[in-house]
């Protein structure tokens, strides 16, 4: 469950000096929200983690993966998401001028994938972060609602475990919507071998 945090509207630096010692945290336009990760949440981050890795390895890429990093949109004065997952570009890290001292990206071209595991505050993911990761760049984001937690606008009814995969086109998503023991398709990770219900019920 996702508890938001008595409303304050915080600056990033404000966020950073009550809130930057603790992954638990996230700032959207000014709002600071508790994460409150279950361990189920954890799983599927902890399983999709585990076979991107693989992947990266596999082709002998210059990327790694971070799970729970500080992502600052540049553009964005009053927000810091924080992904489940993330893969980032280490070519591109030369460009990104608070990671070497903080560990925050701020640079969309740094990210070439990045997921979000739903929790109760699922209209960030399905609204808000399709927006913004979209205007970063970002080619491709995972959003795994292991729970069917989304409304029934974005996952249809009966609401169901859904695994969505967003897909940059000229500069929008195009969202593809994967359940059950459909085999999944990624276009940054084309060897991956996955159905759905693997990632959803994190290799269960």
């Excluded at 109760?120 to 069917?148: F, H, M, T």
């Amino acid at each position: 469950m996702v508890q938001t945090i008595p409303k304050q509207l915080l600056s990033f630096d404000d966020f950073i000096a009550r809130y930057g010692d603790s992954n638990r945290y996230e700032l959207i336009d000014g709002e600071a929200f508790d994460l409150e990760p279950t361990g189920y949440h954890e799983e599927v981050s902890a399983f999709i983690t585990t076979k991107v890795c693989a992947q990266i390895d596999a082709i002998a890429l210059n990327w790694f993966v971070l799970q729970r990093g500080l992502l600052r949109p540049s553009n964005l004065g009053m927000t810091a998401f924080r992904p489940d997952v993330m893969v980032v570009d280490r070519n591109e890290l030369t460009k990104e001028l608070l990671w070497y001292d903080q560990s925050i990206l701020t640079l969309g071209s740094s990210i070439k994938f990045v997921v979000e595991v739903v929790s109760s505050n699922w209209q960030n993911d399905y609204a808000r972060k399709v927006e913004d990761y979209a205007i970063l760049g970002i080619p491709e984001y995972w959003i795994a609602d292991y729970a069917g937690l989304g409304g029934t606008r974005h996952i249809g009814k009966p609401k169901q475990p859904t695994l969505s995969i967003c897909t940059l086109v000229n500069g929008e998503y195009e969202i593809h919507q994967f359940r059950g023991n459909q085999p999944i398709t990624s276009l940054t990770f084309p060897n991956l071998k996955l159905t759905a219900e693997q990632v959803l019920k994190a290799g269960r």
